[in-house]
């Protein structure tokens, strides 16, 4: 079990850039593929990019596909998500997952159920 503290969320304008940052502690992040997701008010959790232990694979959810950009450093225990280009639409509460990947160097889930440890979000608020 990894404990997970999300970090940098905000209130910014549309076509503002930020990066949110997730510290992990408990075991090695490397054991660990990594996985962000947001929940809007009255929505289901929602996929949006996810790493596998080493970082040398990722997904994205074509909502996110090509603004947002999820990276890991495992000497600093710490996940990444860097979004741009932000929109009203992105205001949500954006929480940090961790799945146990068990030796699996391909491993990176895009499903919520496939996740072992949550982080309790940041809040992200984008104004028009």
């Known amino acids: 079990q990894v404990q997970l503290v999300e970090s940098g969320g905000g209130s910014v304008q549309a076509g503002d850039s930020l990066t949110l940052s997730c510290a992990v502690s408990?075991?090695?992040?490397?054991?660990?593929?990594m996985g962000w997701f947001r929940q809007a008010p009255g929505k289901e959790r929602e996929f949006l990019a996810a790493?596998?232990?080493?970082?040398?694979?990722?997904s994205y959810a074509d909502s996110v596909k090509g603004r947002f950009t999820i990276s890991r450093d495992n000497a600093k225990n710490t996940v990444y998500l860097q979004m741009n280009s932000l929109k009203p639409a992105d205001t949500a509460v954006y929480f940090c997952?961790?799945?146990?990947?068990?030796?699996?160097?391909?491993?990176?889930?895009?499903?919520?159920?496939?996740?072992?440890?949550w982080g309790q979000g940041t809040q992200l608020t984008v104004s028009s």
């Open positions: 997952a961790a799945a146990r990947a068990y030796g699996r160097t391909t491993y990176i889930p895009r499903g919520k159920l496939e996740y072992d440890d």
């Open positions: 790493v596998s232990g080493s970082g040398s694979l990722t």
């Open positions: 408990g075991d090695t992040l490397r054991s660990y593929a």
